[in-house]
């Protein structure tokens, strides 16, 4: 019987000290040579058959065990975010105005830390491991970037897994989902256009600001009025950009936001009556829309027969510790989803917040930083989870 836990935690400062060092030197999607150098350096190490460059700055390791058994598909991704850190950290940011503020650095350490485990096993290893380190996470595109690379090809995968540090959740949580768990995500931009004037003489200017007021408010009844309470979906305004005087009326107003929903019914009525509202409060107003509208992210389904392995998986590790396996759903999206969408799999997280120690800042937040106890736990679920679904146990 493999003891991941004990080998992960012997493996902690390895861990840690990558963590760390992607933490200091976080890089945006598709910009992510330095740290897509250092993993192609640790596999190379691993004696791993790797290839790199994949969509612009992904690295691909395959790893064979030495049995007949599935190949499994494994992801971390690598991407920081453009916010200015505010931790206080030593080991904070030195890349001004970019940061790991959703936890992926943690991500590709503890991937890292998967490889390294599971090669030390090799000769009892069933199938094949196919370590994916993905680029661009964050709203660029980045999964279905590598799909198009041809990552789910050569081998092609059997099943799909991916994990998340949840600071929404204290370190010992662990969330994996039988069936939905992260919402799918539309972006859109609007642009309304009216006549601009003076303020003094509204009557003979057309206000996209009014219209743009009177937009953001009927765009809550859809979720309060089309949309059944038992379904969940969010629409969100974001940003208004309009106007550089305070006595002129502008020509157009720019809003941009986010539609979210797990079902494709609620999506379909979702971004119709999105539309429609958009066009008819604006017509009503004298003025003009234009609709930028495009899919972010599918929803993030789990296949149920594969969340029970890795459910089964956790309550061995951790067989005193709260496992939600119920429907835990967020409606943060993630492009995961994309290979969710070909291969089945499992997406899962792992509580990584502490309060007593200030670690509980949320996702995407300027003060945003972990538990640290997390990444054994984490990497060890995820090790697991492997031998688990190649029947290597």
């Given at each position: 019987?493999?003891?991941?836990?004990?080998?992960?935690?012997?493996?902690?400062?390895?861990?840690?000290?990558?963590?760390?060092?992607?933490?200091?030197?976080?890089?945006?999607?598709?910009?992510?040579v330095?740290?897509?150098?250092?993993?192609?350096?640790?596999l190379t190490?691993?004696?791993?058959?790797?290839?790199?460059?994949v969509?612009?700055?992904?690295?691909?390791?395959?790893?064979?065990g030495?049995?007949?058994?599935?190949?499994?598909?494994?992801?971390?991704?690598?991407?920081?975010?453009?916010?200015?850190?505010?931790?206080?950290?030593?080991?904070?940011?030195?890349?001004?105005?970019?940061?790991?503020?959703?936890?992926?650095?943690?991500h590709?350490?503890?991937?890292?830390?998967?490889?390294?485990?599971?090669?030390?096993?090799?000769?009892?290893?069933?199938?094949?491991?196919?370590?994916?380190f993905?680029?661009?996470?964050?709203?660029?595109g980045?999964?279905?970037?590598m799909?198009?690379?041809?990552?789910?090809?050569d081998?092609?995968?059997?099943?799909?897994?991916?994990?998340?540090v949840?600071?929404?959740?204290?370190?010992?949580w662990?969330?994996?989902?039988?069936?939905?768990?992260?919402?799918?995500?539309?972006?859109?931009?609007?642009?309304?256009y009216?006549?601009?004037?003076?303020?003094?003489?509204?009557?003979?200017?057309?206000?996209?600001?009014?219209?743009?007021?009177e937009?953001?408010?009927?765009?809550?009844?859809?979720v309060?009025?089309?949309?059944?309470?038992?379904?969940?979906?969010?629409?969100?305004?974001?940003?208004?950009?309009?106007?550089?005087?305070?006595?002129?009326?502008?020509?157009?107003?720019?809003?941009?936001?986010t539609?979210?929903?797990?079902?494709?019914?609620?999506r379909?009525v979702?971004v119709?009556?999105?539309q429609?509202?958009v066009?008819?409060?604006?017509?009503?107003?004298?003025?003009?829309?234009?609709i930028?509208?495009?899919?972010?992210?599918?929803?993030?389904?789990?296949?149920?027969?594969?969340?029970?392995?890795?459910?089964?998986?956790?309550?061995?590790?951790f067989?005193?510790?709260?496992?939600?396996?119920?429907?835990?759903?967020?409606?943060?999206?993630?492009?995961?989803?994309?290979f969710?969408?070909?291969?089945?799999?499992?997406?899962?997280?792992?509580?990584?917040?502490?309060r007593?120690?200030?670690?509980d800042?949320?996702?995407?937040?300027?003060?945003?930083?972990?538990?640290e106890?997390?990444l054994p736990?984490?990497?060890?679920?995820?090790?697991?989870?492997?031998?688990?679904?190649?029947?290597?146990l």
């Open positions: 019987m493999y003891d991941f836990l004990a080998e992960a935690q012997e493996l902690f400062e390895y861990t840690r000290s990558l963590r760390r060092d992607f933490h200091m030197h976080p890089e945006l999607g598709f910009h992510e330095r740290t897509a150098g250092i993993v192609a350096k640790q190490a691993l004696g791993l058959e790797i290839h790199t460059g969509a612009e700055t992904g690295v691909v390791a395959i790893l064979e030495k049995k007949a058994g599935p190949v499994i598909l494994v992801r971390a991704d690598m991407d920081a975010l453009p916010i200015i850190e505010e931790t206080g950290a030593e080991y904070a940011s030195q890349n001004r105005g970019v940061m790991h503020a959703c936890g992926h650095d943690a590709t350490a503890i991937l890292l830390t998967v490889a390294k485990m599971l090669t030390a096993h090799r000769a009892e290893l069933s199938g094949t491991i196919k370590l994916v993905q680029p661009a996470e964050e709203g660029l980045g999964a279905e970037r799909i198009q690379a041809g990552v789910l090809d081998p092609k995968p059997a099943v799909s897994l991916g994990l998340h949840w600071n929404e959740q204290p370190l010992g662990i969330g994996i989902a039988n069936g939905p768990a992260m919402a799918g995500a539309e972006i859109f931009k609007v642009t309304l009216g006549k601009g004037g003076h303020a003094a003489a509204p009557h003979l200017s057309v206000d996209p600001v009014l219209a743009a007021a937009t953001i408010t009927a765009l809550q009844s859809i309060a009025r089309n949309v059944s309470p038992f379904k969940p979906a969010v629409v969100s305004v974001c940003t208004v950009h309009g106007g550089e005087a305070f006595n002129v009326i502008p020509q157009s107003v720019e809003l941009t936001g539609l979210r929903t797990f079902e494709p019914e609620v379909s979702v119709s009556r999105f429609d509202i066009r008819s409060t604006a017509e009503a107003l004298g003025c003009r829309a234009d930028d509208l495009k899919q972010l992210t599918p929803a993030t389904i789990n296949k149920p027969e594969i969340s029970a392995r890795v459910q089964a998986a956790a309550r061995r590790l067989p005193e510790a709260p496992i939600e396996t119920g429907n835990y759903i967020t409606m943060g999206s993630e492009d995961f989803a994309s969710l969408e070909k291969v089945p799999g499992c997406f899962f997280f792992v509580g990584s917040a502490n007593e120690k200030g670690l800042a949320g996702h995407h937040h300027p003060k945003f930083d972990i538990d106890g997390v736990r984490a990497a060890a679920l995820m090790a697991t989870a492997i031998i688990e679904l190649t029947g290597t």
